[in-house]
């Protein structure tokens, strides 16, 4: 017996090591774990997901344990005769009330983080997200208590992306690179540009069809629906590129409709906005040659004869 009892012990210590080396992981393909995230609410579902992940491997080695022990320790071929009852009320009490206890408090976890998420008050900025088929539209809508002045754009795959991937292109798909970084249809043209420590309200619609607004590294995924908008929010910690693409099926392009936000300074930020809200700005009016006289028009003479 104490030889099956260290078996599991080091089975379940081997488990929980390798789950502990995962949780570490970057996001990377064939990532088995969640990524931490880059914001200061990813930290939420990263810990929900480890608990629960915790709670059923317990339950599994604790399962699979008896099962085994039942299965080769007390199997008949060994003489072992089964015991004659069948019910014990108080052994069915305690498996019923620990399963009880572990939901109660993953609920309890769980609501916590979703009144959390749900809460965009005292945003500093709102940022509009506009999905369309096979494309994403950024608008700003305020930063720090001020309106911005017709800032928005289009982003949609980048060219390079988008040539590879035709028929018959003849192109590697693997040279398809930023830097050292394979970004073959992870790519765009225009990336959304937002500033880190500060609390960002995104408001999400549809122009057409249902899409999903996911960047993996900020935690969350929002379903853009025509005719509704849904909030989210979100404060990044560090700058960087972050990517992410639809996680909604939305047509036979899907796969095509990346995202890219690129995450700097506040000060970078504020030179970047003011860039483009000049950019915006109409440009003054040309003189004209039937442009008014400097000089006021003089009054009509008055009537005589009166007075």
């Keep these: ?16 090591a390798l789950c502990a080396g995962l949780a570490q992981a970057d996001p ?13 609410w990813s930290g939420e579902p990263y810990f929900l997901n480890s608990v629960a992940l ?7 080695v604790l399962v699979f344990g008896a099962m085994f022990i039942a299965m080769f320790r007390f199997r008949k071929s060994r003489g072992a005769v089964a015991e004659k009852w069948s019910h014990n009320t108080m052994v069915e009490i305690i498996w019923t009330t620990i399963p009880v206890i572990i939901l109660v408090v993953l ?48 982003s949609k795959l980048d060219a390079l992306s988008d040539k590879t991937r035709q028929l018959d292109s003849g192109m590697d798909p693997y040279a398809v690179k930023t830097g050292d970084e394979n970004t073959y249809l992870l790519n765009v043209d225009k990336p959304l540009v ?25 935690g969350w995924k929002m379903d853009a629906i025509p005719g509704i908008v849904n909030t989210a929010w979100t404060n ?10 639809c996680a ?17 300074s ?15 700005a109409p440009p003054p009016a040309a003189a004209s040659s039937a442009a008014a006289p400097a000089t006021a028009q003089a009054a009509p003479p008055a009537r005589g004869g009166q007075g």
């Design 248 to 264: 909604e099926l939305c047509g036979q392009d899907h796969g095509f409709m990346p995202i890219v936000v690129k995450a700097v």
């Design 1 to 16: 017996m104490t030889g099956i009892r260290r078996a599991i012990a080091a089975s379940t210590a081997l488990v929980l």
């Design 236 to 245: 990044i910690e560090a700058p960087g590129t972050y990517r992410g693409q």
């Design 54 to 60: 915790g709670v059923c491997v317990v339950i599994g």
């Design 194 to 218: 937002l500033p880190v420590h500060t609390k960002i309200r995104f408001v999400i619609t549809s122009g057409d069809v249902i899409h999903s607004w996911w960047v993996p590294q900020f």
């Design 107 to 154: 609920a309890y976890l769980a609501t916590g983080g979703l009144v959390s998420f749900a809460n965009t008050t005292g945003a500093q900025m709102t940022v509009k997200v506009t999905g369309y088929q096979w494309k994403w539209r950024y608008d700003y809508v305020d930063y720090l208590g001020k309106p911005v002045s017709k800032v928005g754009y289009m």
């Design 28 to 40: 990377r393909p064939w990532q088995l774990n969640l990524t931490h995230g880059v914001t200061t």
């Design 266 to 280: 506040q000060a970078d930020f504020a030179k970047w906005l003011a860039a483009q809200e000049q950019g915006s």
